[in-house]
């Protein structure tokens, strides 16, 4: 029994019966200090009970820095002067040799990720990932493909649906009426949304959530959950930013450990069934507190590396997922092999 009234409210997630949006933002603004572990003790209830089960992925920067779009916390920007070191789309060689590693390791969903605004017309760089998609299909046809290439168009998304893409990354990023403001302007979010119905008209599953902490409200963290919702995307993966110098945000506090695992429960409570997963952030911000956002509700977690961070090996975050065995149920999905 919990013993905050709230808390005990959203227990009827567990019944099946949905969070409104009035109810989350309550949540959000009015849950803290030590309700935070009930209200994520509430939320790891209920993953067990309808999304059970850890299952890692693992992803290639294959395309790197020198983007055209101005996205306010992102260290590939061409706008901002971030020093990393920008690079043009990997051989497929060293596509397939990052692939094969990661199989090896026992991760079995791998994505493809490249810098830039997108793909309209099937240029010759995106004919170039299209093989890459093909050879893999055909070495390892077990491992479940991703990308995360940016914009489409239609075609274009159709392409990489007949070419065997299983999950397309499109964040969101945040609550999507702030998304000029608090992100880009290069690019608006409805391109971003229709990139989504292209691909799930062609039966490409979605990964679509955001980043925490850009300066953000509570209500935006709600606004973004529900706009995740009612996209009915398949998984949802949350950054917490580290600032990087550079770019725009280079200034702002890290966010607290405390909000960051209220964040990923109030995600969980309102897409119960949904894959809730940990990306960039992981390690830089939460570091001691890791084994709070795994009980947090999230059930999936890049491993083995980010795009211009190097997170965490395969090996390192198999240790740390069996330590937590105890108070994480299997369920169907499994643990790293």
């Not at 077990?142 to 998304?157: N, Q, R, V």
């Not at 211009?308 to 169907?332: H, K, M, P, V, Y």
Request: one cysteine or more.
């Amino acid at each position: 029994m919990f013993l905050h009234p709230l808390i005990q409210n959203a227990g009827k997630v567990l019944a099946g019966e949905p969070l409104s949006e009035t109810e989350a933002l309550t949540l959000a603004e009015e849950i803290s200090g030590s309700d935070i572990l009930d209200l994520v003790s509430l939320a790891n209830k209920v993953r067990d009970r309808f999304s059970p089960g850890i299952v890692p992925c693992s992803i290639i920067n294959a395309k790197s820095g020198v983007c055209s779009q101005n996205c306010r916390f992102c260290a590939q920007s061409g706008r901002h002067h971030t020093g990393i070191q920008p690079y043009a789309l990997l051989d497929q060689e060293e596509i397939l040799k990052a692939a094969r590693a990661v199989y090896a390791e026992g991760i079995r969903a791998f994505g493809i990720v490249t810098s830039g605004r997108g793909y309209c017309k099937p240029d010759e760089e995106f004919n170039r990932i299209l093989a890459v998609m093909d050879a893999l299909r055909l070495e390892l046809p077990e491992l479940k493909l991703c990308a995360s290439l940016g914009i489409l168009s239609e075609e274009t998304a159709k392409l990489l649906a007949e070419h065997g893409v299983w999950r397309y990354n499109m964040n969101l990023q945040t609550n999507p009426e702030r998304y000029s403001e608090l992100i880009s302007d290069t690019h608006t979010i409805e391109e971003k949304i229709r990139t989504i119905q292209y691909l799930q008209q062609y039966g490409v599953s979605i990964c679509c959530g955001g980043i925490l902490g850009l300066g953000e409200t509570w209500h935006d963290r709600v606004k973004m959950a529900f706009a995740v919702r009612e996209l009915d995307v398949d998984g949802i993966p949350l950054n917490v930013l580290l600032p990087v110098r550079g770019t725009p945000l280079e200034h702002l506090p890290v966010m607290e450990a405390a909000d960051v695992a209220k964040s990923f429960a109030i995600f969980r409570l309102v897409n119960p069934a949904k894959m809730l997963k940990f990306a960039a952030g992981r390690e830089t911000t939460m570091k001691d507190f890791q084994g709070l956002l795994m009980l947090a509700g999230m059930n999936s977690m890049i491993t083995g590396g980010y795009l211009t961070t190097r997170g965490r090996s395969i090996a390192e975050d198999r240790a740390f997922l069996a330590s937590l065995n105890c108070f994480i149920s299997a369920g169907s999905g499994g643990q790293m092999q």
